[in-house]
């Protein structure tokens, strides 16, 4: 339904930052959310942020308030993840999500969303 592609993973010492991007394509015009989970050696999928499809309103996870921030450009086609002050809890394959709800609760479930990147690995050294 949509196709979504993310980039920008890469190798960062423990301090760095890096800014994930996602790519989405196809049948967009009904995504109402455009989210980032993440997804660690062995751990289920763990929510990360989330934007609203006009961009004003965002999740955070508690894990990552203070540090991540999700931005977009018209997030249904063009979508972002600023990562600062990275430490090794945050090494995981991180996937871009699209869906077709935004629930009230701060947090969101992967079964909200019905589309999935590949995943781009990040990992964090030392």
């Known amino acids: 339904q949509v196709h979504l592609v993310e980039s920008g993973g890469g190798l960062v010492q423990t301090g760095g930052s890096l800014r994930l991007s996602c790519a989405a394509s196809g049948r967009t015009f009904s995504t109402l959310a455009m989210g980032w989970f993440r997804r660690a050696p062995g751990k289920e999928h763990e929510f990360v942020a989330a934007i609203r499809w006009n961009g004003d309103r965002t999740k955070h996870a508690d894990s990552v308030k203070g540090r991540f921030t999700i931005s977009g450009d018209n997030p249904r086609n063009a979508m972002y993840l600023q990562m600062n002050n990275l430490g090794s809890g945050d090494t995981a394959v991180y996937l871009c999500?699209?869906?077709?709800?935004?629930?009230?609760?701060?947090?969101?479930?992967?079964?909200?969303?019905?589309?999935w990147g590949q995943g781009t690995q990040v990992t964090v050294s030392s």
């Open positions: 999500a699209a869906g077709n709800t935004w629930p009230l609760r701060t947090t969101m479930s992967p079964s909200d969303f019905h589309s």
